[in-house]
């Protein structure tokens, strides 16, 4: 039982550190500001850098909601969550520069995979 929890604390606590951004997109250059929360750490990215974003939906235990994922070489980079940003609409609309990829539905599975960069799709 100690271990399941251990496992499910260790997993958040990566989750939280490789996926928690504040995103600024600025339209006028075409970049894209990913700042860790708990780092500090700040990647600067062009628009052009990016392979493109799918517009997800992530079915947990407490609904589901709608996630925005920016792919670069064939891995996610960031996701953008509804559940956690008041302007996700505004952000969506944002991004014009970066391609639509399509829309997916993940499982919990993939998310793990996402941590350790791996392909999901």
């Not at 990913?34 to 997800?56: C, M, P, Q, S, V």
């Not at 952000?91 to 990829?101: N, P």
């Amino acid at each position: 039982m100690i271990t399941v929890v251990f496992s499910l604390m260790f997993f958040r606590f990566l989750t939280i550190l490789k996926f928690t951004d504040v995103v600024s997109v600025d339209s006028q250059n075409k970049t894209v500001t990913l700042k860790n929360i708990l780092t500090r750490r700040e990647k600067i990215f062009l628009a052009k850098d990016f392979d493109g974003y799918y517009d997800a939906i992530k079915i947990s235990s407490y609904g589901s909601h709608k996630e925005l994922l920016l792919i670069k070489n064939d891995k996610v980079i960031s996701i953008i969550s509804s559940q956690y940003s008041s302007n996700y609409q505004e952000l969506l609309k944002s991004i014009v520069d970066i391609t639509f990829l399509g829309t997916l539905v993940y499982s919990f599975q993939d998310k793990i995979r996402m941590l350790f960069n791996k392909d999901i799709f």
